[in-house]
C-alpha cells in the first residue's frame, strides 16, 4: 500500500473520532501545532525514524514534547505511527484531515493576493463573496502580499483561480498583443 493511502487511512481513523467527540477544531488547531513542530525541528523526526534509537526512548520524546498539550487520541496517533514506524507520515495525515475536516463543516481555505494589507473587514466580505461562488459555508482568508500584482486581487481557492488583480490584466493584454491580430 502506497503512503498516501496509508496517511489517509489515519487521517480518516482520526477524523471519525473527532467527529464522534465534536472536536474538529480543536483536533485541526492541536495537528497544525504538531505539524509546526515536526517542521521546524528536523531533528526530531531523524529521532524518531532512526533504526537504531529504541521505543522507549521514542516514547519518551514524544510524551515530553507532546503529552498534556494535545489531545489523548492524537497522542495516541503519535505514538501509533512512531510503534509502526510511520511517524513520517504525519506531515500527509495532518494535510488530509484538515481536508477531510474542512469539507465536512463546508470550509475552504482562500489565499488572497494583494499590495497591500487587507483589513479584517475586507477579508470578511471577500469570504463572504466568494464563499457562495464555491459553494462553502465560509473561506479562511490568508492574506499575502505581493506589491508585483500592482493592484486588484487574485483569490486561490484550492484549483480555482481569480485573477481580478492589474498584473494580470496587464498579462492578458500583452499576450494579445503578442500573439497579433485574430482573424
Known amino acids: 500500500m502506497s503512503n498516501h493511502a496509508v496517511a489517509n487511512r ?5 477524523f471519525e473520532l473527532a467527529q ?5 477544531e480543536s483536533f485541526v488547531s492541536e495537528l497544525e501545532l504538531i505539524k509546526a513542530v515536526f517542521q521546524d525541528t528536523p531533528e526530531l523526526m531523524q ?8 521505543l ?7 510524551e515530553k514534547t507532546f503529552k498534556g498539550k494535545v ?12 510503534e509502526r514506524k510511520r511517524i513520517d507520515l504525519i506531515i500527509p495525515v ?18 488572497v493576493y494583494s499590495a497591500k494589507p487587507l483589513s479584517e473587514a475586507e477579508k470578511d466580505q471577500l469570504s463572504v463573496l466568494f464563499a457562495k461562488k464555491v459553494g462553502k459555508a465560509k473561506l ?16 486561490r ?14 498579462d492578458v493584454l500583452h499576450r494579445e498583443l503578442v500573439s497579433g491580430p485574430r482573424s
Not at 56 to 62: P, V, Y
Not at 71 to 82: A, E
Open 10 to 14: 489515519y487521517a480518516v481513523a482520526l
Open 20 to 24: 464522534e467527540k465534536g472536536l474538529h
Open 47 to 54: 529521532f524518531l525514524t532512526h533504526p537504531k534509537t529504541e
Open 56 to 62: 522507549t526512548q521514542k516514547r519518551e520524546l514524544l
Open 71 to 82: 489531545n489523548d487520541t492524537i497522542f495516541n496517533t503519535l505514538v501509533v505511527l512512531v
Open 94 to 111: 495532518v494535510q488530509k484531515f484538515k481536508s477531510l475536516s474542512y469539507d465536512a463543516q463546508k470550509i475552504a481555505e482562500a489565499f
Open 140 to 155: 479562511l482568508i490568508e492574506n499575502i502580499v505581493d506589491p508585483s500584482i500592482i493592484g486588484g486581487l487574485k483569490i
Open 157 to 170: 481557492i484550492g484549483d480555482r483561480i481569480y485573477d481580478g488583480s492589474i498584473k494580470g490584466q496587464l
